[in-house]
Nanobody
Framework: QVQLVESGGGLVQAGGSLRLSCAASGRTFSAYAMAWFRQAPGKEREVVAAISRSGSTTYVADSVKGRFTCSRDDAKNTVTLQMNSLNVEDTAVYYC??????????????????WGQGTQVTVSS
């Protein structure tokens, strides 16, 4: 079992940047594929980025492509979402998720076994 804690959210002006981190407990972090999801008010939760267990494969949603990047540091048990050129539409609660085992990346919520509590990102115009 793994516990996930997100940090780095906050209020930023449009065009600015934020760096979200997700710290995972346990000693088998490398066994988990990771992902970031977000949920805006009144909308469904959607995948933002995902990264495979090895880190060799990544995915970013079309809506954030070229602006967001996802990386992992297994030595520190962390996964990071670097968010640049933020706009108002990026305002949401961002969640870190972990999937034990499997291959490659996952972009569906149903694939992930563990979730963080979420961190709020608010982008002002």
């Amino acid at each position: 079992q793994v516990q996930l804690v997100e940090s780095g959210g906050g209020l930023v002006q449009a065009g600015g940047s934020l760096r979200l981190s997700c710290a995972a407990s346990g000693r088998t972090f490398s066994a988990y594929a990771m992902a970031w999801f977000r949920q805006a008010p009144g909308k469904e939760r959607e995948v933002v980025a995902a990264i495979s267990r090895s880190g060799s494969t990544t995915y970013v949603a079309d809506s954030v492509k070229g602006r967001f990047t996802c990386s992992r540091d297994d030595a520190k048990n962390t996964v990071t979402l670097q968010m640049n050129s933020l706009n108002v539409e990026d305002t949401a609660v961002y969640y870190c998720a972990a999937r034990r085992g499997g291959y490659g990346i996952g972009i569906s919520m149903s694939e992930y076994n563990y979730w963080g509590q979420g961190t709020q990102v608010t982008v002002s115009s």
